[in-house]
């Protein structure tokens, strides 16, 4: 059974980078060309597609974020992970990363999720 | 951009009703539609996919049908662990993914 897994601070300071890491366990992150992605959901309120990667590291951002995300995959390690920088009280959010199978278009598989604050 | 409208935002009904969620796209989608619940405290989950395609090991109450800009969300007989909120998701302007507002259900 495939399994994501966040980790990361909890908390992070304004104008810092929020760093997120989703470990992949289960199956390999690289098997068929899976993408992987970041979707968060503010306190409270709905979801919000951050960005995805696929295995061979192409990358696609929410235009919204897209001056300041990166999001890179680590095979070796099974993991991919999430820098957001310049962070301010509005990037407080439940982090999600999530998996989406290569010519189908919604997410299968999702961590459990992290809270991020962002607070001085 | 394309913007999704989900109505309503909460729904209180009670067990074995019929619930239906609807989803309103700005512009023609076709059917690049999906519908998640999200329990409290819990990750989404996928329950159908395409606008009409019932993900594998969902509970055959759950259905969706629409295309173009029109989208509807059924529950044929609500259950307790349905309570949750309920959102559609858009893909038709790739690589962007949207979602909707959501929807939570409660049980009367």
């Known amino acids: 059974q495939l399994q994501l897994q966040e980790s990361g601070p909890r908390l992070v300071q304004p104008s810092e980078t929020l760093s997120l890491t989703c470990t992949v366990s289960?199956?390999?992150?690289?098997?068929?060309?899976?993408?992987w992605g970041w979707i968060r959901q503010p306190p409270g309120k709905g979801l919000e597609w951050i960005g995805s990667?696929?295995?061979?590291?192409?990358?696609y951002y929410n235009p919204s974020f897209k001056s300041r995300v990166t999001i890179s995959v680590d095979p070796s390690k099974n993991q991919f992970s999430l820098r957001l920088k310049s962070v301010t009280a509005a990037d407080t959010a439940v982090y999600y990363c999530a998996r989406r199978k290569p010519y189908l278009y919604h997410f299968d598989y999702w961590g459990q999720g992290t809270r991020v604050t962002v607070s001085s | 951009d394309i913007q999704m409208t989900q109505s309503p935002s909460s729904l209180s009904a009670s067990v074995g009703d019929r619930v239906t969620i609807t989803c309103q796209a700005s512009?023609?989608?076709?059917?690049?539609l999906n519908w998640y619940q999200q329990k409290p405290g819990k990750a989404p989950k996928l329950l159908i996919f395409d606008a009409s395609n019932l993900e594998t090991g969902v509970p055959s109450r759950f259905s969706g049908s629409g295309s173009g800009t029109y989208f509807t969300f059924t529950i044929s007989s609500l259950q307790p662990e349905d309570i949750g909120t309920y959102y559609c998701q858009q893909y038709d302007n790739l690589p962007m993914f949207t979602f909707g507002q959501g929807t939570k259900v409660e049980i009367k």
């Open positions: 990667i696929s295995y061979g590291g192409n990358t």
């Open positions: 289960g199956g390999s992150i690289g098997y068929r060309n899976y993408y």
């Open positions: 512009q023609d989608i076709t059917n690049y």
